[in-house]
């Protein structure tokens, strides 16, 4: 039965979005592209993806002419609407070093760390107020049966010299942080940090702008040719030629040529509370920690400046043939199930109000890393796949891109995940059936484990087949 209490999504942009366009002095959208344009560089997507690469690539090389091509508006995708946690790889070392060996795993960790300090040193030293709070991200244990799930990956890191990015927290310093009935023991990354996700972005427009770089929004890339001299981009309003191109499609890539296969767009979905500030008091919540708990379809939750809770959870549709529709945003099922999900977690918080509901699409590579490179004779650089886990990462992928586009020698343009091919999802609608099987019984083995029953025999065996086929996805 669907609850009336809640908002339905897709009615608006996210609430993030729509107060970080309150707060804008000119909110009014960069006109489209129509005619010709020449640069040196073209973006596609104006996401934190291809707007870190603009600027990093304006800092490595002032004299370049680089434009940017957005469908939407700057920050009108994920990068506008997400949970707003900010981290690097801590938690994933044990799958980079079986990737990539156990030096190189902490090697590509420390670089993905900088992004926490250099987003908040970013905001700081351009004037962008994003909320920025370094306060920590605790991983809660909110399962009924099992305990202490990242031991292993705290022993990992410990062996590789790197323990006290992860600290075990017990039962009783969990309740210190978030007084809730429903969290039993858990783990702290101290490297963490949240923000208002759109103020980013939009910052980040301003940022550009301001550098003199070309937005056109509202501008759709429908075909991208690449050829011994340069790079051709076709929009229904015109015609971009550049010496190269930068890709940052995020989900979208998932029904691009070259891309569609090794990428699968599934939806997330988030609701935000009527403020609640005294209530969060009473919970001792008051140090803007961010929150999840460890299903596979991850509930996310923090606070908001003005005393609210964003809830998010991955309970979103997988996508089909790469299009990326109404299912990603208009999906009132998957809105219930965030709710569920809040209730189940925040069970004294039964009676609050939620005041806004909205969605997007992630993207999910087989090893559910992005997959960063170049292509077409190192024209065209690209950078996708970080699997709901980009707002940090996406900074520094955008570094990555950056070096590709200007000196491809460059130690980041050289570290070990760049260029890695990720591996195929089976073809349509294969893909589509699959995933959709799987991530159901994903969702009932969770909801099972959170009751404390057994899934039993089918969902188990369902939710372990990606991993028995080399797909990193499933517990
Ligand atoms: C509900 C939700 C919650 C999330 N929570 C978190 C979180 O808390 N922490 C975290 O780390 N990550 C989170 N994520 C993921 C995070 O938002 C993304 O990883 C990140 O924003 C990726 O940035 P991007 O620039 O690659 O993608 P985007 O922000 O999606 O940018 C891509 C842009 O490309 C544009 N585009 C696509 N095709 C074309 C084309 N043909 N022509 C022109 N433009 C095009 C799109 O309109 C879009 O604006 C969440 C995602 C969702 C949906």
């Known amino acids: 039965?669907?609850?009336?209490?809640?908002?339905?999504?897709?009615?608006?942009?996210?609430?993030?979005?729509r107060e970080a366009l309150a707060a804008e002095e000119d909110s009014r959208p960069a006109p489209g592209l129509s005619g010709h344009v020449e640069a040196d560089v073209a973006i596609v997507g104006g996401g934190y993806t291809g707007m870190w690469a603009a600027w990093f690539l304006s800092e490595r090389a002032p004299d370049a002419r680089i434009v940017l091509l957005e469908r939407d508006i700057c920050g009108g995708g994920p990068s506008g609407r997400n949970g707003g946690f900010v981290h690097g790889w801590w938690e994933n070392v044990p799958d980079l070093a079986r990737q990539y060996g156990p030096d190189a795993a902490v090697d590509i960790a420390r670089a993905a760390d900088e992004v926490v300090g250099g987003i908040g040193a970013w905001c700081e030293a351009n004037g962008v107020d994003a909320w920025y709070t370094p306060a920590g991200y605790l991983r809660v244990n909110g399962f009924g049966i099992k305990r202490g799930d990242w031991t292993g990956t705290v022993e990992h890191l410990t062996q590789l010299g790197a323990g006290s990015e992860l600290e075990p927290r017990s039962d009783t310093e969990v309740q210190a942080i978030c007084a809730s009935p429903a969290f039993r023991d858990g783990v702290f990354m101290r490297s963490a940090a949240s923000i208002q996700p759109a103020r980013l972005a939009r910052g980040l427009r301003r940022a550009l702008l301001k550098r003199g770089v070309g937005i056109f929004e509202g501008t759709r890339v429908r075909r991208l040719r690449a050829g011994p001299s340069g790079v051709q981009l076709e929009t229904e309003g015109g015609t971009a030629r550049a010496g190269q191109a930068i890709l940052g499609l995020n989900a979208w890539a998932a029904g691009w040529p070259g891309f569609r296969l090794r990428t699968l767009a599934w939806g997330s979905y988030m609701v935000v509370t009527e403020p609640i500030p005294d209530r969060l008091a009473a919970?001792?919540?008051?140090?803007?920690?961010?929150?999840?708990?460890?299903?596979?379809?991850?509930?996310?939750?923090?606070?908001?400046?003005?005393?609210?809770?964003?809830?998010?959870?991955?309970?979103?549709?997988?996508?089909?043939?790469?299009?990326?529709?109404d299912r990603f945003t208009h999906d009132a099922g998957a809105i219930q199930r965030v709710v569920a999900n809040f209730r189940h977690l925040l069970p004294m918080l039964n009676d609050v109000r939620f005041e806004a509901a909205w969605g997007g699409p992630i993207d999910i590579t087989a090893d559910r890393f992005p997959e960063i490179g170049s292509r077409d004779g190192?024209?065209?650089?690209?950078?996708?796949?970080?699997?709901?886990?980009?707002?940090?990462?996406?900074?520094?992928?955008?570094?990555?891109?950056?070096?590709?586009?200007?000196?491809?020698?460059?130690?980041?343009?050289?570290?070990?995940?760049?260029?890695?091919?990720?591996?195929?999802?089976?073809?349509?609608?294969?893909?589509?059936?699959?995933?959709?099987?799987?991530?159901?019984?994903?969702?009932?083995?969770?909801?099972?484990?959170?009751?404390?029953?057994?899934?039993?025999?089918?969902?188990?065996?369902?939710?372990?087949?990606?991993?028995?086929?080399?797909?990193?996805?499933?517990?």
């Open 1 to 17: 039965m669907a609850d009336e209490r809640v908002p339905r999504p897709g009615t608006e942009r996210s609430w993030w979005l």
């Open 378 to 475: 190192g024209r065209v650089h690209y950078a996708h796949g970080f699997a709901g886990n980009g707002a940090g990462p996406s900074r520094l992928a955008g570094r990555i891109l950056a070096a590709l586009a200007d000196d491809p020698r460059h130690p980041l343009a050289r570290l070990p995940i760049v260029g890695r091919r990720q591996r195929p999802f089976p073809p349509e609608p294969l893909r589509f059936i699959g995933a959709r099987l799987v991530r159901e019984a994903l969702i009932r083995q969770d909801d099972a484990l959170d009751a404390g029953r057994d899934p039993g025999l089918i969902v188990r065996a369902l939710a372990r087949l990606p991993r028995l086929l080399g797909y990193r996805l499933g517990h």
């Open 283 to 325: 919970l001792g919540w008051t140090g803007g920690e961010l929150l999840s708990d460890s299903r596979f379809t991850i509930s996310y939750f923090r606070t908001t400046r003005d005393g609210r809770i964003a809830f998010g959870a991955g309970v979103g549709a997988a996508g089909f043939d790469g299009r990326i529709g």
